[in-house]
DNA sequence: AGATTATTGTTAATAAAATAACAATAATAC
DNA sequence: GTATTATTGTTATTTTATTAACAATAATCT
C-alpha cells in the first residue's frame, strides 16, 4: 500500500476507538456519515480514509464494522506489543503513567525514569521507576521501543539525546522545548502553552473584532 | 492584516518563548536562521512568518529581538487578561492547573470544576475548585474566556454543552472524544492517545519494513 | 573602491490536505 | 418492473502549508 497521509494515520486511530464502542453496543454495520459525525468531520473525508486503507464496505448498507476494526488494527498496530517508557515522572507524567497503564494491549508503558530519588526505585500505578542513569541499559533489556518525554523543559533535549542513544526508535515530546532526533527516529512534539495562546488567539480576534 | 494561517500563529507563540530566553541571555539581534535551528525548522518559514506579520528586520544584522517579541505580543496577546478555567481536575487537570497557575500574565487560570465533592471548595495550586453545578454563574462572574477540559471521555460533549452555554468562547478538548461546538467558540481538540499510536505506527513501520 | 558574502523579503513552485463533484449501483418505493 | 433514493468509491478541484528560487543590498574583505 502506498504511503498514508500522517493525518488519515490520525484518523484511523480516532475512528478505531469509536467503531470498537459501537460494536461494543452491539451495532455491526455503519455509514460515512455517521462515522463522520462522531469524529465532527466529513462524510467524504471519511470515505476517503477508507479508501486510501484498501477496504471497501457495501453500497447502501455501509461498512462492516468487525472488519473495519480489523483492518485499522492491521494497518496501526504491530505483530508485537510495542513497549513505552515515561522520561519525568512529575505532574504530567504520572498522569500518563496513570492513565495508560494497563489499557492498551498493544501499546504498554513498561517503565518510567526520573532523577529525583525520592521517586527512583517506587512505584507508579505499577509501574517501575528507575534512575536515569540506567536508561540505556533498562531500555535495551526491555526493549523499549517509544519515549515520552515530560521532563522539565531545560532537560528537553538531553533527554531526547539520551534515548536516541538507548536505541528508541520513537519519542513523543511534551516538552515545549523542541528537540533534535536522527531521522531514522519518529518524533511528534506537542506544545500545551503554544495550544493554549492558540485558543487565546483566536478568542481575542472573535471579540476585539 | 490578512488572516493568519495557524500554523503561523503557533509557531509565532513557540519563537517568542524562543525570543524570550534569548533577550534573557542579553542577546538583542537574531538571524532567521538561529531562530530556525532553535526551533528545528527551516529558515525560510521563519522569514515567511516574520513577513506575514508585517515585521522586517534589518539587512545583514537579523531581527532586533526586543522588538520582534512586542509585534508577536501585539498580535497574539489581547489588550486585557484572558481567564481560563479547568474542568475536571484528575491527574491531567492538576497538572494542568499546576504548571499554568502564576505562569503567564496574559493567560490566568483563575476556577476549576468537578464533580467530586472531596475536591470542590478545596484549592488546586491556589486555583478554587467550584462545583459543575456553579459553573455558568462563576463563568459568568469571573468572566471566564476558556475552557480546558480534561474530563473523563463520557462526560466530554456535555461538559463542552455547559461550557458554551455558559458563554466560553474558546475549548481545548484533551478528552480523546471529540465535541461539538457552535462556530463562534473555537475549538482545539488534542488526543494524546492518536499521538501515541501515530508515533507507534511510525516505529512499527520501521522496524518491519 | 570594487568584489565578495551573508542575509533579508518576496514571489514562484511544490506538496499535503481537505472538499467537491459525480458516476455507479443496491435497496426501497410505488 | 421502473423510478427514486441513498450510499459508496474515485477523480478533480481547491485550499493550506511548505520549500525553493532569487533579487536586493548592507557589511566585510582585499
Ligand atoms: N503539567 C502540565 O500540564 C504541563 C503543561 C504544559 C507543558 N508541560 C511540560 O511538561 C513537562 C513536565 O511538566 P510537569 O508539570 O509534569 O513538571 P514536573 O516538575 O511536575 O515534573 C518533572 C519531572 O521530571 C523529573 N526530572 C527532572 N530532571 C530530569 C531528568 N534530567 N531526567 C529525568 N527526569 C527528570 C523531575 O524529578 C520531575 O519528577 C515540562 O517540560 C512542562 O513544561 C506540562
Ligand atoms: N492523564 C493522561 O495522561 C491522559 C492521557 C490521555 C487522555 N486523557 C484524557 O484526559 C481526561 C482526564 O484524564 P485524567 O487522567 O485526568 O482522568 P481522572 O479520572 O484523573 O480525572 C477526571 C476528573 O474529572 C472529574 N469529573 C468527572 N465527571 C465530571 C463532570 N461531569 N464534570 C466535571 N468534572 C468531572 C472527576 O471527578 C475527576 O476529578 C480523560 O478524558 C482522559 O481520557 C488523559
Redesign the pocket.
Known sequence: MKQL???TIARLSQYRRSLLMCYANGKNHI???EIAKIQH?????V??D??LIGY????????NIKELIDIISKIIDSKDVIKVCVVGVGNLGRAMVNYFSGKRTKLSIVACFDTDPNKINKKVTGVKCYSVDDMKKIIKQKNIKIGIMTVPADKASETADKLVSAGIKGILNYTPKPVYVPKDVFLEEYDMITSLEKVAFFVKTHIER
Open positions: 497521509p500522517h493525518k455509514y460515512s456519515h468531520i466529513t462524510a467524504v473525508q470515505r476517503r477508507i479508501m471497501t464496505g457495501t453500497l447502501r448498507k455501509g461498512y
